[in-house]
């Protein structure tokens, strides 16, 4: 039996948060969810954006499932997302992107992880005015967190029989900070001759993956490019309700969707619960659990290929509810 940490978070976190638990626990893995929460919501009751439970329970679980957590634009607020990756050292954050077939999108033939720097860039939060008019935002890359995340897209490449791992970066104008990122690429790449060293600069890779995605397999990134380029993939297969990721450090991982808190559909029983309950697909392979994380993903697969109980986003009329009841029953058949 394991013990995960459950953090509903906010908008539509707690409808699709109860969606994916129920899902999970339809494949008979045992889990005991210890469920715990941060965010808005909890602020407004409680005055406390994180409350101590929240960390002890991390810290005694390990593992987490979590919903997306809204974070206000503007000054006084830290987004609690990045402040959990940073003081968990959770530096790679994974995101597979793959093509649904059912879907309808230009391409059906993308199947590409992103491995994204968790900790630093210009998500350090390091931010001031120089005078008025005019305000500065510190980048930080380091040797350190640049190795350990390209190591990290490169054995995910060998390990998963995969040809190339693409650079992504713009050292021809950051000639230091990506610089050292493409530097740290090049020393890695030496160790793994079987594997090709794509390097493409960023703007050039966002033209690339909307022409030809394909030839992308696995792509290492620094924490904006990769942030960006995440929500640029997950509109490439169908949009943001389908892509699922994880935040990995060498003690603690949690799982949560690509996507933030919606708050345009949230409370309307709208939102497509696919993303976060392949997140919790992921969780199982990481607790190795490998036979019920891939019945999830078939019967995930299944459902939005039949196309009679998905969400208003991929085209259909179904409600969060009707399609995760779907997908459990599903489950249920192919067991
Ligand atoms: P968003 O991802 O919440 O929403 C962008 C668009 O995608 C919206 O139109 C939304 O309705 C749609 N969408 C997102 N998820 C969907 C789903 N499961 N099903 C159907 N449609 C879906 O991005 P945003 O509006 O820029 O951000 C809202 C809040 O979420 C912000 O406060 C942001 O900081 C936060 N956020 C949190 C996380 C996280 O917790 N990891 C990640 C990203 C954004």
């Not at 994916?20 to 494949?27: F, M, Q, S």
């Not at 969810?33 to 810290?59: F, H, R, T």
Request: charged residues 20%; proline residues 4%.
């Amino acid at each position: 039996m394991y013990k995960i940490t459950l953090i509903p978070g906010d908008g539509i976190g707690p409808e699709i948060i109860e969606t994916a638990k129920n899902v999970i626990d339809a494949t008979g893995v045992v889990i005991e969810w210890d469920m715990v929460n941060a965010g808005l919501d909890v602020y407004a009751k409680e005055g406390i954006l994180i409350p101590q439970k929240v960390y002890d329970s991390l810290e005694k679980n390990r593992v987490a499932l979590k919903g997306p957590i809204t974070t206000p634009i503007g000054q006084g607020f830290q987004s609690i997302n990045v402040l959990l990756r940073k003081k968990y050292d959770l530096f790679a954050n994974i995101r597979p992107v793959k093509s649904i077939p059912g879907i309808r999108v230009p391409f059906s033939n993308i199947d590409l992880v992103i491995f994204r720097e968790n900790t630093e860039d210009l998500y350090i939060g390091i931010e001031k005015m120089i005078s008025p008019g005019i305000a500065e935002a510190a980048k930080r890359i380091t040797e350190k967190g640049s190795r350990r995340i390209i190591q990290a897209a490169f054995d995910y490449a060998k390990a998963n029989h995969k040809s190339k791992v693409a650079v992504v970066h713009k050292a021809n104008i950051m000639k230091l900070t990506d610089g050292l990122f493409l530097a740290c690429a090049r020393d890695i790449a030496k160790a793994y001759p079987e594997i090709q060293l794509q390097e493409v600069i960023v703007d050039n890779m966002c033209m690339q993956l909307v022409m030809n995605p394909a030839q992308f397999e696995v792509i290492a990134t620094t924490n904006l490019y990769g942030d960006i380029l995440s929500d640029l993939c997950a509109g490439l297969v169908g949009g943001l309700g389908l892509v699922p990721g994880a935040n990995i450090g060498n003690s603690m991982a949690i799982f949560e969707a690509v996507h933030g808190s919606a708050p345009d559909i949230a409370g309307k029983n709208a939102a497509n619960p696919t993303a976060v309950i392949l997140s919790g697909a992921m969780m199982l392979e990481h607790l190795g659990e490998k036979d019920s994380a891939d019945l999830i993903y078939l019967a995930v697969k299944e459902i939005i290929q039949q196309g009679e109980h998905i969400t208003k986003d991929l085209g259909g009329n179904a409600t969060t509810t009707e399609m995760s009841r779907a997908i459990i029953e599903k489950i249920l058949t192919l067991k």
